[in-house]
């Protein structure tokens, strides 16, 4: 395991924690804005980068100030609307916490890919490398909740 598979997991964790003190509706708007924030990272960052600032600072700046925004936005939603809902609030914010720190790590292994390589020893080298910036858990995890309330969730 290299520093970006530990990075993953403590991202993971801490953002599991954040979203669970937060609750579901906080939880919510931070992974659709964080998930938007992502994409968009993903497609204007070569069109920021120049000579004086790389792809790699681009992508990152991006995904951050997304982030910021989200974090801004779901605090104000927050403070108006004290909204629980209900017994699951704290797993679903859990769930979605862990999908918002998969996002996380994937702009982590992205800024090292851009920033350093892919043959960078610990890019190269990750255990979670396919989970998480091949997008395999992100895409899992998105089948799984698109199948939630149909008959064939178990299969």
């Given at each position: 395991?290299?520093?970006l598979?530990f990075?993953?997991?403590?991202?993971c964790?801490i953002m599991m924690v954040i979203?669970?003190?937060?609750?579901?509706?906080c939880a919510?708007?931070?992974?659709?804005g964080i998930?938007?924030?992502?994409k968009?990272?993903?497609?204007s960052?070569?069109?920021?980068?120049?000579p004086?600032?790389?792809?790699?600072?681009a992508?990152?700046?991006?995904?951050l100030?997304?982030?910021?925004?989200?974090?801004?936005?779901?605090s104000?939603?927050q403070r108006?609307?004290?909204?629980?809902?209900?017994?699951?609030d704290?797993?679903i914010?859990?769930?979605?916490?862990?999908?918002v720190?998969?996002?996380?790590?994937?702009?982590s292994?992205?800024f090292s890919?851009l920033?350093?390589?892919?043959?960078?020893?610990?890019?190269?080298?990750?255990?979670?490398?396919?989970?998480?910036?091949?997008?395999?858990a992100?895409?899992?995890?998105?089948?799984?909740?698109?199948?939630i309330g149909?008959?064939?969730v178990?299969?």
């Amino acid at each position: 395991m290299t520093w970006l598979d530990f990075l993953t997991i403590g991202l993971c964790l801490i953002m599991m924690v954040i979203e669970v003190k937060r609750g579901a509706v906080c939880a919510i708007i931070d992974t659709v804005g964080i998930w938007i924030g992502l994409k968009i990272a993903a497609l204007s960052f070569q069109g920021m980068s120049s000579p004086q600032f790389s792809q790699s600072a681009a992508y990152l700046t991006i995904f951050l100030v997304f982030a910021a925004v989200t974090i801004v936005i779901s605090s104000l939603v927050q403070r108006q609307l004290k909204s629980d809902l209900g017994p699951f609030d704290s797993t679903i914010a859990a769930v979605l916490g862990l999908f918002v720190g998969l996002c996380f790590s994937h702009v982590s292994f992205g800024f090292s890919a851009l920033h350093f390589g892919v043959e960078y020893k610990a890019f190269a080298d990750s255990a979670m490398r396919g989970q998480v910036y091949e997008l395999h858990a992100i895409r899992g995890f998105l089948d799984f909740m698109s199948r939630i309330g149909s008959s064939d969730v178990a299969g």
